[in-house]
């Protein structure tokens, strides 16, 4: 981890209307870290994340994001044109509905190729041999380029949109409870390869999960989210372990302790 | 239909200035779809309405006017849209290509090579290039504005990844000078290159959809592709069974229920000068 923040998160608020999505939000994400934000359902953890990767427009406070070459900005003022570029290239963006994340008309290849299509390259034979690459480091075989992801199972369409994600090497991941949704079994496999990619590529990673073994195998830090506020916040360990708040208190000793 | 009760080329001049302006702002900004109030005129949408909007707002009394679908002037559609242009607008009719000071066109560029003054008026379907992988205008409006283009490499990424070549032969999408993504109307990739810094003002009206867009002359209009998979046109392996021409678009023809076919000419003005040694000839 290196002395800057990556990302910092100061007073954040969104509301709908009348109704609170979330408030009050303040944190710093650092460089290769991996930020849990965990709560019940409408606890806001969706309002954050879309607000954090700018897909929402949050009503107050600043979003401050480290770039590539060291300068920072503030997400609130950043030019569409180049909000867009930075979403799909320093980015990812990963969906529980992988129908949400993937173009599900065209292939496995293409969905992964797409990224780097957008960014100006015009070589097929490199897209591909990249978009190969991509696909076995997700355990898809590679005579599964060409299908398109009507044809895989949920955790395969998971995993390729993991892989559509990181293909232009992307800083920064929001993941909204990307193993929701699948088998146990088919849980596991999709956590234990997403830990490699992440320690391998040096990811920092903001996930919602309201599952809180995600938490535990995945995240250095946990923030705890109740009515659309910040109720408790620390590294996954002292938070699992020594909840300090009734509320997550509650929350930890809903689950099976890992 | 009583010509005298209507305005010259049929709509009003409120009307024709109307699509002028948006003419002429798609001139300005080339491969840009223009947005115009289409009017609805005496023939069904299919028969190219926003081609013969576009031909009644730039037409005058002293132009000559050539139809063309699918390269022949004797359709029906063809034959009944120079019809009215004559009744309504009183003006000269052609065949010859060379004579034509508009040429309004369903699906093809004329095989002889066009000079400046004239205008070629395309009939669109559907504008919008992006619409195949990206339905949502809203979105597709967005992704023209920021020049936001990785999907149309999709899709030729697919059709060479299904064919093993990029498989689109028709509505091949190219950039206008260097900047818009454009759909060149269902014209066989053949005439592509026809498009890219012509001497002639290309216009292309879409009546159903509402939009005009425009390359002006000596514009580049590139068509999109791979380094390793680049452009190319069709290629036939024999001439035109009538006029011997080659390099030219050819049509396949039945000629009976026992597999006969032969390959003829699709520009039939330019086929029909070839052998009467009639007319300029490419
Ligand atoms: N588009 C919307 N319009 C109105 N209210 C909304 C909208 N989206 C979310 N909300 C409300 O905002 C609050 C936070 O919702 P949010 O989706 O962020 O919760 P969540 O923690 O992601 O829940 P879940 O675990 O069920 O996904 C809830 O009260 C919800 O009803
Ligand atoms: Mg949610
Ligand atoms: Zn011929």
């Known amino acids: 981890m290196t002395d800057a923040p990556i990302l910092e998160v100061r007073d954040l608020a969104k509301t709908y209307g009348a109704r609170l999505g979330c408030a009050d939000i303040s944190f710093d994400l650092w460089p290769g870290e991996v930020l849990a934000v965990v709560g019940e359902s409408g606890s806001g953890k969706t309002t954050l994340l879309n607000c954090l990767s700018t897909r929402l ?153 309201h599952d809180l073994a995600v938490a535990r195998l995945l995240s250095h830090r946990i923030m705890v989210m109740k009515d659309g506020r910040v109720i408790e916040e620390g590294l996954t360990d002292r938070v699992l372990d020594d909840p300090r708040q009734p509320y997550t208190q509650l929350l930890v000793s809903s689950i099976p302790q890992a | 239909m009583n010509a005298a009760t209507y305005n010259f080329a049929y709509l009003d001049e409120q009307t024709k200035r109307m699509i002028r302006r948006a003419i002429l702002k798609a001139l300005a900004i080339p491969g840009y779809q223009v947005p115009f109030a289409a009017r609805e005129m005496p023939m069904p949408y299919g028969w190219g309405t926003g081609g013969v909007q576009v031909t009644a707002a730039v037409i005058g009394p002293g132009d000559v006017l050539k ?169 036939f392996n024999e001439p035109c069974a009538l006029c011997g021409a080659r390099n030219v678009y050819l049509d396949e023809v039945v000629l009976d229920d026992r597999g006969g076919r032969m390959f003829v000419c699709s520009d039939t003005d330019n086929c029909e000068s070839r052998r009467t040694g009639t007319g300029a000839q490419s």
């Open chain 1, 57 to 209: 427009a949050a009503d107050g406070g600043s979003i401050v994001y480290a770039m590539r070459d060291g300068s920072r900005r503030d997400l609130a003022t950043m030019p569409e044109a180049e909000r867009r570029f930075l979403m799909r290239t320093d980015w990812g963006f990963v969906h529980q509905n992988p129908a949400d994340g993937l173009r599900m008309g065209v292939s496995a290849g293409a969905n992964v190729g797409e990224r780097l299509m957008a960014i100006g390259d015009r070589h097929y034979g490199r897209i591909r041999g990249t978009a190969l690459d991509w696909l076995s480091r997700v355990e898809i075989a590679a005579d599964r380029i060409d299908d398109g992801p009507r044809a895989f199972s949920g955790g395969m369409r998971q995993r390729l949109q993991i892989a559509r994600n990181l293909v232009t090497a992307p800083r920064l991941v929001f993941m909204d409870e990307p193993t929701g949704g699948l088998d146990v079994s088919v849980q596991a496999r999709l956590l234990d390869l997403m830990r490699g990619l992440v320690r391998d590529l040096g990811l920092s990673v903001i996930i919602v999960t």
């Open chain 2, 67 to 235: 139809v063309i679908d699918q390269g022949a002037d004797d359709t029906t559609n063809a034959v009944s849209i120079r019809a009215f242009f004559r009744k309504v607008a009183g003006v000269a009719t052609t065949t010859h290509t060379a004579e034509a000071t508009v040429i309004q066109t369903r699906h093809r560029i004329p095989e002889y090579p066009l000079k400046e003054g004239q205008i070629l008026v395309y009939q669109v379907p559907i504008p919008e290039p992006l619409r195949f992988l990206e339905p949502r205008e809203t979105e597709t409006r967005v992704m023209h504005g920021l020049e936001d283009y990785g999907l149309m490499h999709v899709k030729l990424y697919e059709d060479i990844a299904h064919h093993g070549r990029i498989a689109t032969a028709y509505a091949y999408p190219v950039k206008v000078a260097g900047r818009y993504v454009m759909d060149p109307s269902p014209i066989p990739k053949f005439d592509n290159p026809k498009m890219t810094m012509s001497p002639a003002l290309q216009l292309f009206g879409a009546g159903r959809e509402k939009r005009i867009y425009a390359v002006p002359p000596y514009t580049e209009v590139k068509s999109l592709d791979f380094e390793d998979h680049p452009f190319e046109v069709q290629t």
